[in-house]
C-alpha cells in the first residue's frame, strides 16, 4: 500500500475542470426540471378545471414567488437543452478532446446564460 496517498479529501479543496460543472449542472437541472414538471401539471389541471380556476390561476401567476418557479423551470429547461446539445455535438465526434470539450463547455455555459436572462425578462 502506497505511503503518500491522501489521508482525507476534501471536496471543497479540489479544483474541478469547467467540464465537470456543466456536467454536474446538466444532471441537477434535470432534477429541477422533474419537480418543475409536475408543478406546470398541477397549474394545467388547475386551468382545465373550470373558469374560476383558470382566473384564479391567472391571478396568482402575477405573484412574484409564482414568476420565479416558472423563470426557475424554464431556466433548467433552457440549460438542460444547451447541455443536452452539447453532448449530441460530443457524440457524433465534435469536441471530444480536452480543448474542444473546455470549450464547447464556455459555449454552452454562455448560450445558456444568454436564454435564461431573456426568460427572465420575459417573465418579468
Known amino acids: 500500500m502506497k505511503k503518500n496517498r491522501p489521508v482525507n479529501l476534501d471536496i471543497t479543496t479540489i479544483q474541478l475542470p469547467i467540464t465537470a460543472y456543466v456536467s454536474i449542472l446538466h444532471r441537477a437541472s434535470g432534477v429541477i426540471l422533474f419537480a418543475g414538471v ?21 391571478e396568482s401567476l402575477n405573484n412574484p414567488l409564482c414568476q420565479f418557479i416558472i423563470w426557475g423551470t424554464l431556466a433548467a429547461l433552457a440549460y438542460h437543452m444547451v ?34 436572462a431573456l426568460l427572465g425578462a420575459w417573465i418579468w
Open 83 to 116: 447541455a443536452g446539445i452539447r453532448h449530441l455535438f460530443m457524440d457524433i465526434g465534435i469536441g471530444e478532446t480536452l480543448e474542444g470539450g473546455q470549450n464547447g463547455a464556455k459555449i454552452a455555459l454562455f448560450v445558456a446564460f444568454i436564454i435564461i
Open 38 to 58: 409536475a408543478v406546470l401539471l398541477w397549474a394545467l389541471d388547475n386551468s382545465l378545471a373550470s373558469e374560476e380556476q383558470f382566473s384564479a390561476l391567472k
